[in-house]
Every structure is written in C-alpha cells, then in structure tokens.
C-alpha cells in the first residue's frame, strides 16, 4: 500500500466551548493513507478534546487508516496520562517521529 | 478577620464560561504563588469540573438562574477548590469512550468529594507548593 | 437568592499580584459578554487602584494581613468593581510629573466614590455593554 | 548635526511589577542623536509606564535629544490621552514614519 499522509491540526485551548469545530476537524481528510494530528500548538486541552481524538482514533483504526498525534504541551500530555488514554494513541513530541512513524506504516 | 487569599467566581452556566473561569483560576495561583505543573493540575481538575456544571447541571433552555461557581482558597494547609452549580447531579452508567472528566479530576487531586445534595458541589483540596 | 455574575479576588498586596488580579477580572468580563475598549478601560481603571493599594497602602514591612481586594459584579444595571485594602490613605498634593492614577481611574470611570474611612475603597460604576 | 538613532524597546505588560527594569530601560543609549522608543509590542501599560516614559522623555529634552514613541496597542494609546499626556510626547503607530520624524532632526 502506499498513498499520501494528510494533516489535521489544531491549535489553541481545545476545551469544552469549541467541541463541535473540535468534532469537525476530527474526521478523516479524504483519500488519506494516514494521518498526522498536529496538536503541537494546543496550549490546554479538556476532556472534550481527549473524547474527540478518541473517537476520530477508533474510525481511523476501523479504517485501518494509521494516525500518529504531536502533543507537545506538558498540561495536554499529562492529560492522556490522567485519562488512562496513553495506550490509546500513538503520541510524539516531535512532528518528524510522527512522520517517520506513518511513513514506516504507508511505504513498507 | 479572615484574610488568607481567596477568588470567588459566579458565571452564566455556558460553554463559553469555563475558559474565562480557569483563566482566572490560572491568574489567582500565579498571584499566590503556585507555578509549573501545580498551576497545571488544579486548572484541569477546576476546568472539568465547570464543564460538567455547564454541560450536565441544567435542563438546555435553563435560565439566568443556572450558574456555576468557583470558590478556591488557602484553609488549613491545603488549597481548596470548589466547583459548584445549583442544577441536579445526573447518576448515570461510565459509557465506554467518554466519562473522562471525573476520572481526570480523581487522578489529579490528591482529596475530592462530591456533594450532590443540593446541585453538584466538586470539593477538591490539594497540597501547597513546597517553598 | 442572588445568583447575579460576580468575582471576588483577595491576594497580598505585593506588586506581583497585580496583573493577575488585572487578568482574573479581564477573564470575568469577557465571560460575562463585555468586549473590546469596555473590557480595557475597566481593567485599566481597576488596574491603576490596585496599583495604588499595593504602593501606597500599607507600610513596607506590612506581613500577611496586608491584603488587597477586587470585587466585581453587575448590580442595578451596572457594573460594580470595588478595589479595597485595609491600609491608610495618604492625603497629599499632587507632585508634577506623577499621580496619574487617580487621573486615569476618574477619566474612564462615569461614577466613582473613594472612600477612605476603613483603609481606601475605591468604588467604581460602569455603563453595561449595549446588547 | 549628525548622528545615530539608538533604538529603546520594551514589550509585554508594562506594569507595576516591572517598575525598575522599566526604569532601567528608559536611559539615553551612550552617544544616541536620536531616540526611538519602539514600544509596539507592549500589550498593556499602566501609569508606572506612563510616569517613567515621562521622566525619560524630559531628560532627553533637557539634552536636546529628539524622541519618537511608537504605540500600536489602543489600551496604551488611550492610557496616554486619559492621562492628559497626548501633548507631551511624539507618538506614533507606524515605526517608519517615528522614524522618518526622528531622520528630519537628526539630519535637517
Ligand atoms: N455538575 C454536574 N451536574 C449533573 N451531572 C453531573 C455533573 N458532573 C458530572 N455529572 C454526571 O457525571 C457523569 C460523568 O461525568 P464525566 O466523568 O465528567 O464525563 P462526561 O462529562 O464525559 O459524561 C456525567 O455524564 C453526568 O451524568
Ligand atoms: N490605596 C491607597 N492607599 C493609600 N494612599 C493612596 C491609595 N490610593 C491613592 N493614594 C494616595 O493618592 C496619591 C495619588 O495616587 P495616584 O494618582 O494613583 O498617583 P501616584 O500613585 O503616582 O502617586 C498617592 O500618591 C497616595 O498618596
């Protein structure tokens, strides 16, 4: 298989007021082989975000579509921990791990 | 007198209530000196707790009567958080993929009770900084 | 019961909390629907009393019970914010050169009272944002 | 007369809690023909800005330094007026043209 890895990104405070653009960002961007979820330039993340991503990573896997997030502020990441989500995505600090890591997946 | 820092919060139960609530919260600890991860935890744990209120608390046609409210201060040693609402505390079953918000805010704060006797009173008490 | 928006702030009166109590009330404002230049004269204004409060009120080596207090809330048509300390006025001339506070508060304040009998409390009445 | 045009630049809250370092920033640079206070990324200021910008702005008059003021930020903009300072200092929200201002008298 091979094909292209498109970029869903988000920034800001993804928090309870901006659930539905949160929702509407979250879907799979046509013709994806993968997805890089760009959360680099999140400042604070709630419950909602981490609900959304959830439910974006469980349609992505039943498309068997790989997905790699970039989190990169400490309050987001220890989010996920609190959660009990850690095992439940593929998280990098850095953009290019993340690239690497669907690349691997995309042109085996 | 009491006079041991103290921020007392009432807002419109809305979504776009709880970013400016936390933001104060964040301004309040930073102005009594928490900092780092401490600053971090609290606002989380305040931050789920207040979007709870706004989502769950009231009927969706609720009016300028539903409100939420914060109360944090300094009282024996420890950092007390109060996020309260006057609706009605939904009991339900955790559905998988969601019911996060509690779950974040037992992980984080190191004492919580949650009194529901008259609306939601989320009761959270953390330790003070090391100085 | 009155369940009108309100933020009560009390911190130490040190120099340092004065921009966070500046941005806990600009975070109450924008939650409860001001925008734009109201938000920044009400916060100017409430600014420069804080100011005054942490510089003027209390001597130097005043301890933990030297406090200052901001208070806002809608209250008859109204936006009420009360800056308070428990510390001494002083009286003087106005020097060339400084003493713009006061100056500033009065210009973006339609109705103000400075009360001076119990520390200072300076009292201030904005027009609510036309909706 | 000739010579450079030294630049002063704060940004952020001016405030009270910066009072000293404000002060410290607000000193005629060795040898300046001309001073531009670029304060463009200043986000707040209160009148601990104001007053030390005052006293900067009389000493440089006293040694017939020319002095611009740069001011993008309406709530600083608005300070000054309400302070009843608009006459006292050169104020500008374009750094060309404070500059260009600066160059007349620098280089008449
Ligand atoms: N302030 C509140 N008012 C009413 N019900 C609440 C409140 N806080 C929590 N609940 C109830 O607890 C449940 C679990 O909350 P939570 O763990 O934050 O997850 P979620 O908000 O995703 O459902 C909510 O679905 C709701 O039924
Ligand atoms: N909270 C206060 N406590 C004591 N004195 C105050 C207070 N607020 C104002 N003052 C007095 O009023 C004077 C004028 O204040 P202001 O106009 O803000 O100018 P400045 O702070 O530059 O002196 C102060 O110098 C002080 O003597």
Redesign the interface.
Known sequence: MSGSIETVRLSG?L???R?REIRDAFTLPEGAAAVLVDLSEVT?A???A??EL??FC?TAQRDRIPLAVVIRT??FA??V?????AGAFEIFEDRNDALAYLNERVNP | MNVAPRLRLRCPAQSRSVAPIRHALRAFLEAIGFDGKCVDDVTTAAGEALANAVEHAYPSDAGPASYVELHARIARGKLAVDVSDRGSFIQRERLPGRGFGLRIIRAVTPQIRIDTANGTNVRMRFHLPKS
Chains 1, 4 share one sequence.
């Open positions: 405070e928090e309870i007021s659930k604070y709630d419950s909602t981490l609900t959830l439910r469980v400490r309050q220890r989010l921990q609190y959660a009990g989500l």
